[in-house]
T-cell receptor, first 110, second 113 residues
Framework: SQQGEEDPQALSIQEGENATMNCSYK?????LQWYRQNSGRGLVHLIL?????REKHSGRLRVTLDTSKKSSSLLITASRAADTASYFC??????????FGKGTRLHILP | NAGVTQTPKFQVLKTGQSMTLQCAQD?????MSWYRQDPGMGLRLIHY???????DQGEVPNGYNVSRSTTEDFPLRLLSAAPSQTSVYFC????????????FGPGTRLTVL
């Protein structure tokens, strides 16, 4: 079964608005990562948050991690058309396995 | 650096045929992995390797073989292709295993008729 589960499955927002995606996982992790995938392309790494961190920022991205709830969220502020993509969380298990979620499809409306 | 390269980009097979998907990286990464991506299923780990000569199974290993004779190459072999193996396959590598960023190849789109 999938370790990471994103919510929502799809999200459409107006350009300039903020987008929030959530991820839940099931077992203990070393870290959790977020990736972006543009249509027909490979995945691109966005941000990594370690299990002992609670919040991390990178440009317009903000990631939080709550290990007690086994959940993480990705916030994209001031969205742009170029942010249209699928976003995946990836939970890094302590046995060297990486489990990806099913992804959130984000569509930025002009 | 070319990063992670995959060949071919597209492949059509008939049921029962065998083939090898190639993956190579020029970043001297120890950790490499193979995923398949199906609509609505996200990415699922097939096999992974923590270094040359060491491989292990992921979430969906059945029907696939891997070997890691060099640090650079991590081929994925389909022994007897089945329509259920129609998917997009991604190879990834990392210098620090699961503790760091994964670098992905562009993918191979495989169709099994």
């Amino acid at each position: 079964s999938q370790q990471g589960e994103e919510d929502p499955q799809a999200l459409s927002i107006q350009e300039g608005e903020n987008a929030t995606m959530n991820c839940s996982y099931k077992t203990s992790i070393n870290n959790l990562q977020w990736y972006r995938q543009n249509s027909g392309r490979g995945l691109v790494h966005l941000i990594l948050i370690r299990s002992n961190e609670r919040e991390k920022h990178s440009g317009r991205l903000r990631v939080t991690l709550d290990t007690s709830k086994k959940s993480s969220s990705l916030l994209i502020t001031a969205s742009r058309a170029a942010d249209t993509a699928s976003y995946f969380c990836a939970a890094m298990n302590r046995d060297d396995k990486i489990i990806f979620g099913k992804g959130t499809r984000l569509h930025i409306l002009p | 650096n070319a990063g992670v390269t995959q060949t071919p980009k597209f492949q059509v097979l008939k049921t029962g045929q065998s083939m090898t998907l190639q993956c190579a990286q020029d970043m001297n990464h120890e950790y490499m992995s193979w995923y398949r991506q199906d609509p609505g299923m996200g990415l699922r780990l097939i096999h992974y390797s923590v270094g040359a000569g060491i491989t292990d199974q992921g979430e969906v290993p059945n029907g696939y073989n891997v070997s890691r004779s060099t640090t650079e190459d991590f081929p994925l072999r389909l022994l007897s292709a089945a329509p259920s193996q129609t998917s997009v396959y991604f190879c990834a590598s990392s210098p620090t295993g699961t503790s760091g960023e994964q670098f992905f190849g562009p993918g191979t789109r495989l169709t099994v008729l």
